[in-house]
């Protein structure tokens, strides 16, 4: 195992304080290499874990997709969501959704598809896509506690007209563990917004899903190649025995 590097870092709480504490820098075994990552300046990002996308008779569902493959991700993001609020880790939850005027959503955007499943049509769960609408809630299994921020965007990257980068950026934190869904839409979309403003991004492949395994393999293909060229990749086992240690101590 690396050494372990203890630095002064102050710890996020839950709330705007914050206590100084030693926290490490561990190296996770990721691709295309080894990540060192700082603790104390690292933030879970949880991409769209939505009751539409994820839940029988919500919008993904509707469309003919196959959520079984989606819900496969749900087991290792409960892990990692428990281990990241263990060790007193930023946890930011991101919604897409839409307000109910549909003001900020794209023509373009909401004219695509079939009229009765389009953004803002009454859908099984609800308008679809449209904030406070039951599809637009997160999951029971990964729903947010006090402390931790909900975000949420109307368009496929969590940084676009979002409060994300001010959040990150005032808490002094440069790492981010990413984890949801879909891989090769909001996911990617998110990995490659986080590289363009200087964020070290590593996303969690079991903790990410696609209605369509050759897009999600593809799109890790190209986050990875070139050295990294959007962000790093690596199973959650590897995060979690990273972890471990400072779970136990928080």
Known sequence: MAPILLVRRRRYTGTDQHVEAALPVRTIAAEPEPLAVDIGRMALVIIDMQRDFL?????????????????????????????????????????????????????????????????????????????GEPGNQIIPELKPVPGELVIDKPGKGAFHSTSLHHELLRRGLTHLLVMGVTTEVCV???????????????????????????????????????????????????????????????
């Open 55 to 131: 839940e029988p008779g919500g919008f993904g569902a509707a469309l003919g997709n196959d959520i079984s493959r989606l819900k496969s991700a749900v087991g290792p993001c409960v892990d990692v969501l428990a281990a990241a609020r263990r060790a007193g880790i930023l946890i930011i939850h991101t919604r897409e959704g839409h307000r109910a005027d549909l003001t900020d959503a794209p023509p373009i955007k909401v004219e695509r598809g079939d009229p009765a499943m389009r953004i803002g049509a009454l859908g099984p769960m609800g308008r679809i896509l449209v904030r």
């Open 188 to 250: 990617q979309t998110s990995m490659r917004e986080a590289n363009d403003r200087g964020y070290d991004a590593l996303l969690l492949e079991d903790c990410t899903e696609s209605y369509f395994p050759a897009f999600k393999a593809a799109a890790i293909e190209m986050i990875v190649a070139q050295g990294g060229i959007v962000g790093w990749c690596a199973a959650s086992a590897q995060l979690l025995q990273a972890m471990a240690p400072l779970g136990a101590a928080a």
